[in-house]
């Protein structure tokens, strides 16, 4: 009878919650036959019992164990964890861990009494033996962090009058922040005068977001006749010190009833059934064609715009360069495919893996040229990349951003780290994708300061970028400007003064180049 493959090491131990401590384990180690060492078997304790996960993971093993450096990626969060909860004994007591260290009977003993949490089990061991965790103080404020903000349109009135975009980036500046990614395509229209937009949309810009009144939402765009928020953004920003890297907020997104959708129906891709919109929330949103040729030229078109006309210092695009996996059975992707695969017609499964992975190499290659247009126009700019995190983006939204890193088309990245508790932050940042990014180009994690509705807490917020600190992470950005400081339950001056000392010192940016040459 053939040898059955070797289990999963959360099949193995029955681990339900997938942010385990063994979800990043090496799976070519996992055989049954070979001696653990001390790390591993702590690591699968911390599993098991589901400690949490601390901010500080390695700050807290620096401090507490002289070979701290020998501890293995993968056991680094759990033995943490495990210190944390007093469940590490030593014997003789040591403040070397020896991780890598076969365990013997003994040890494994020990560390299974005393986490059992049973009386009877935790009185065999002498008091001294159990570890006392050194806590370990927070990591200083880096002097070189991306710092960063994004504004936008919706729920948030900064970007509305140059007086309200001018305090807020004031603010920013005091807060000794150092970037900000204010929005200039959103709902189907550019937030700055654009003869593309002009062209192909029939609106120049448009500020203000479409609502339930467009009466007074006409009125309010009309009010700020020649008014470009863009050009005042970098007057304001530049000479207080902070990056303007423009975000491409919808990216191939648009309102059902925009006058884009209803210019150029036959950009819109569909899905298998025929049908369009897809459900945003409230809102009813189509999607443009990422393989249509029109399409393309016409994003490329904004880009080089912005990128010709304003001295940005950068350009981001969000999860948005995407499209949703059911899409893609539009009448030009189908000819496509069928060009490429000898007339045969995509698959009918939406989730096939191979037209997934056609679909996804199409954006990719995309990306590419957008790169490319970037750095043409002004040549040492930004290509920035704010997607969700690795493979929901490529699974659900045919997003490959570590292709993106790979092949060079983007110099930044900042990771949606929308989460509301440490483990999953914490776990979505130990992916192989997310470390390996970070050692090739500045990775660093977006934050949500709160959406309207649903705030977050100061707390929480604190907790989170001490964690992406602690793990080496190139900084932060947050979303969104508006409730950074407002739309929380905290008082404005309270969170001004939580960021003051969040962020006592100024901070430059990351070098792209610096940090594929380090590594």
Not at 156 to 172: E, G, M
């Amino acid at each position: 009878m053939p040898t059955p493959p070797p289990k999963a090491p959360d099949d193995a131990l029955r681990l339900s919650d997938s942010a385990n401590f063994l979800s990043h384990y090496p799976t070519q180690y996992f055989d049954l036959n070979r001696p653990l060492s001390r790390a591993e078997v702590i690591t699968a304790i911390a599993a098991y019992r589901s400690y949490p996960y601390i901010s500080n993971a390695n700050a807290t093993l620096v401090a507490n164990f002289e070979d701290s450096a020998t501890i293995p990626e993968f056991a680094r969060e759990g033995i943490a964890a495990a210190l944390s909860q007093q469940a590490i004994v030593l014997y003789p007591a040591s403040r070397q861990l020896q991780p890598n260290q076969p365990a013997t009977r003994g040890d494994t003993a020990a560390l299974l009494c005393q986490a059992s949490q049973s009386p009877a089990l935790l009185s065999t061991l002498p008091p001294d033996v159990v570890v006392a965790r050194q806590l370990a103080t927070s990591t200083p404020a880096p002097t070189q962090e991306i710092r960063g903000t994004w504004l936008t349109n919706i729920d948030s009135d900064v970007l509305f009058s140059r007086d309200r975009l001018s305090s807020a980036i004031s603010t920013l500046a005091g807060l000794n922040f150092n970037t900000i990614y204010p929005t200039v395509w959103n709902w189907g229209d550019t937030l700055y005068p654009s003869a593309i937009a002009e062209q192909f949309i029939g609106d120049k810009k448009g500020l203000y977001p479409i609502s339930d009144q467009p009466a007074e939402d006409a009125r309010l765009e009309a009010a700020q006749g020649d008014r470009d928020m863009l050009q005042e953004a970098i007057d304001l920003a530049h000479p207080l010190g902070l990056k303007v890297i423009p975000w491409f907020e919808f990216g191939f997104m648009a309102p059902a009833d925009s006058a884009l959708a209803r210019r150029h129906p036959d950009w819109l891709t569909q899905r298998a059934d025929g049908s369009q919109i897809k459900q945003e929330g409230n809102d009813l949103r189509v999607w443009l064609n990422p393989f249509n040729p029109e399409v393309q030229r016409f994003i490329l078109l904004l880009v080089d715009e912005v990128m010709r006309r304003y001295p940005v210092d950068g350009f981001q695009v969000d999860d948005h360069m995407g499209l949703p996996v059911e899409f893609g059975y539009d009448p030009v992707t189908i000819a496509l495919y069928q060009q490429e695969h000898s007339g045969k017609a995509p698959p009918a499964e939406a989730q096939n893996a191979a037209w997934v992975r056609w679909r996804a190499d199409k954006i990719s290659d995309f990306m590419a040229e957008v790169a490319q247009v970037v750095r043409a126009r002004r040549p040492g700019a930004i290509v920035s990349v704010s997607p969700n995190p690795y493979p929901f983006s490529y699974g659900n939204y045919l997003q490959d951003w570590p292709t993106w890193v790979e092949r060079g088309s983007v110099d930044e990245l900042i990771i949606q780290l929308y989460r509301d508790n440490l483990d999953r932050f914490v776990w979505e940042m130990n992916k192989a994708t997310a470390q390996s990014s970070r050692r090739q180009i500045p990775t660093a994690v977006g934050i949500l300061t709160g959406l309207k509705g649903r705030p977050t807490s100061m707390s929480m917020i604190n907790t989170q970028i001490e964690a992406a600190r602690d793990r080496n992470f190139a900084g932060i950005s947050f979303f969104f400007y508006e409730t950074l400081l407002n739309m929380n339950q905290e008082a404005p001056q309270e969170r001004q003064a939580a960021f003051v000392g969040l962020f006592p010192n100024t901070a430059l940016r990351p070098e792209p180049s610096a940090t594929r040459l380090s590594n």
